[in-house]
């Protein structure tokens, strides 16, 4: 037991490293909200661009979409950072991580946001047309605040799920939250940081969670 | 909004149907139907399931797209090309069998959507319109209800009030009591009975024959795709000619 304090729990021992976890800490939540705040409505738009079914868009939007849901986020984070100057694009640790990530995030988004649009009964639209809507007013109106509802327990999980890969940009030497605590930990040779990295990061996700189990109520209507 | 070319006007008709066909691939479900509908007139359409009456109702305002053939409503022709299809639908009003209601908005917001969006009014307009038309369907104490808190009768009220509050030319039900159980039907026949009383044009596909008895000014019988006969409640559906319509009628009576 004493044992397990001592290497796991001894906070005296990270004095010395707090600025920089929290440094890192904050590159990790920055990097989280901006995957989500870039990948989210980027997927949406791709699902409203796709449901103008304009045929050589939609098959370039099915590439994209099946390419980056397949493609392992690591792959793309390195390719991003190494593969991108080749072509011209110098992108520093942190964008190319964030970037790699957040179309990873609008692939999958997209695919939620269409199956929800797909759900939503085609008489919304009948009834949202009939009245003289046009098909964007139906769709902003009528449709997509269903879609949202539906869309956010997926969306949810999916958002957090590839935040969690912002631990992948250590590999291109983003000081994030990881890359910071097990450096240290190799320093001090004691993985106490890695508890304070484990602790920092459901400090982070937790009230994320709880975040979107609120916008679920606010969008919320009663149903039978 | 689309010129007022005035085709088809004369004598008041305020829907005319005029060759129309309409097809799926390559199968023809709608052979040439030729109709018309007076100004302030109930036509009630009736005929076996698969026998193109809703079909033909909504090509009217091209919810389904004719095949061919053309379509007038005010004097304005729906099938026209360039037309501003979202101001002539708004003169169209629906009522669906599948009701159609927004579940994310109550009663009143069902109805105020399009007086705000396509009329333009302003919010407080566009309430005190959408409640005056709730209180037409008795439901103006319902206003605040979403419709997963409402019957099916209530909800296919609401369903009226929605499309009778953009004031309408004429007013096409699809089935209106289809969906409904038994003993909510009744109210929804009153609406619409008020509905005519108000001098609506109105074309209603339903099987509820005694509606259709005591309510239409004529009926239309259709049967795979085409009108067989069409009359006064009485020729079609009390005496009818045709062996048929005789077998149909026959069938219904319950």
């Known amino acids: 037991m004493d044992q397990i304090v001592r290497y796991f729990f001894d906070f005296p021992l990270m004095a010395d490293y707090w600025p920089d976890i929290l440094r890192g800490f904050l590159i990790t939540v920055e990097m989280s909200v901006l995957t989500v705040v870039v990948g989210i409505p980027l997927g949406l738009l791709i699902a409203i661009i796709r449901l103008y079914g304009i045929k050589p868009l939609n098959a370039l939007i099915i590439f994209y979409i099946d390419f980056f849901r397949s493609i392992p986020q690591l792959v793309l984070i390195v390719l991003a950072y190494f593969a991108l100057p080749y072509f011209g694009l110098v992108l520093d640790p942190f964008t190319a991580t964030v970037c790699a990530l957040a179309v990873v995030l609008s692939a999958f988004a997209e695919e939620i946001f269409w199956a929800g649009i797909n759900a939503v009964h085609k008489g919304q639209w009948e009834a949202g047309r009939s009245t003289g809507l046009s098909f964007t007013q139906t769709l902003a109106y009528i449709i997509l605040p269903q879609v949202v509802r539906i869309s956010i327990p997926p969306l949810t999980n999916r958002a957090i799920g590839i935040s969690k890969g912002t631990t992948l940009g250590s590999v291109v030497a983003v000081p994030e939250l990881l890359n910071v605590t097990s450096s240290i930990q190799s320093n001090v040779a004691n993985p106490t940081a890695l508890t304070v990295g484990a602790l920092l990061f459901l400090a982070l996700f937790l009230p994320f969670v709880r975040f979107t189990r609120w916008l679920e109520q606010a969008y919320a209507h009663p149903r039978s | ?254």
């Open chain 2, 1 to 254: 909004m689309a010129a007022q070319n005035n085709i088809g006007m004369d004598g008041g008709d305020l829907v005319v149907i005029h060759g129309l066909h309409k097809s799926y691939g390559t199968v023809e479900v709608l052979h040439g139907i030729n109709l018309t509908v007076k100004k302030g007139e109930a036509v009630v359409i009736v005929g076996s399931s698969g026998s193109g009456k809703s079909t033909c109702l909504r090509c009217i305002n091209r919810l389904e797209e004719p095949t061919s053939g053309r379509i007038i409503v005010g004097g304005d022709e729906i099938t026209g090309k360039n037309v501003d299809l979202n101001a002539l639908r708004r003169r169209i009003g629906m009522v669906f069998q599948s009701i159609n209601l927004y579940p994310h908005k109550t009663a009143l917001g069902n109805v105020t959507l399009a007086l705000r969006k396509v009329v333009g009014l302003s919010k407080a307009e566009a309430s005190e319109k959408a409640l005056k038309y709730l209180e037409l369907v008795g439901l103006g104490h319902k206003a605040d209800s979403y419709p997963a808190q409402l019957s099916g009768g209530q909800q296919q009220r609401v369903g009226i009030a929605r499309a009778m509050a953009l004031e309408p030319q004429v007013m096409l039900f699809d089935e209106p009591t289809s969906a409904l159980d038994p003993e909510l039907v009744g109210e929804v026949l009153n609406v619409m009975v008020r509905t005519k009383d108000m001098g609506m044009t109105m074309i209603v596909v339903t099987h509820e024959m005694q509606f259709a008895r005591e309510v239409a000014d004529r009926v239309v019988f259709m049967e795979k795709g085409t009108i067989l006969a069409q009359g006064t409640p009485e020729e079609i559906l009390v005496s009818p000619q045709n062996p048929r319509i005789r077998e149909f009628v026959t069938r219904t009576k319950s």
